[in-house]
């Protein structure tokens, strides 16, 4: 009932840019927390940014300085800003979003959602 489509991955020399984009979509009631994850071979995934719906944000040290997460409530959508980009970022990034939603009978829910994952590699 509720989908989040990323978009904006791709190939990049380092000290690059680009910018990610997650659009939820579905019966959403409201959005709470919004994040970006990512997941580089053999490691665990991890958090890069989040943020909640009062606009607090929230950082990785790796990416402090670099990356920056913003939101429009009104699209549903979250962002990831990424600069200057190392080669140590190449990894899929994924999105992440608490959604209170409405079910088909009209029941409303909390669930957290993932978006499908878009690959970021960056070039040294």
């Known amino acids: 009932q509720v989908q989040l489509v990323e978009s904006g991955g791709g190939l990049v020399q380092g000290g690059g840019s680009l910018r990610l984009s997650c659009a939820a979509s579905?019966?959403?009631?409201?959005?709470?927390?919004m994040a970006w994850y990512r997941q580089a071979p053999g490691k665990q995934r991890e958090l890069v940014a989040g943020?909640?719906?009062?606009?607090?944000?929230k950082y990785a040290d790796s990416v402090k300085g670099r990356f920056t997460i913003s939101r429009d409530n009104a699209k549903n959508t979250v962002y990831l800003q990424m600069n200057d980009l190392k080669p140590e970022d190449t990894a899929v990034y994924y999105c992440n979003a608490r959604v209170r939603y409405y079910t088909n009978s009209g029941v409303l829910r909390e669930d957290t959602y993932w978006g499908q994952g878009t690959q970021v590699t960056v070039s040294s």
């Open positions: 943020t909640t719906s009062d606009g607090s944000t």
């Open positions: 579905g019966s959403i009631f409201s959005i709470n927390a």
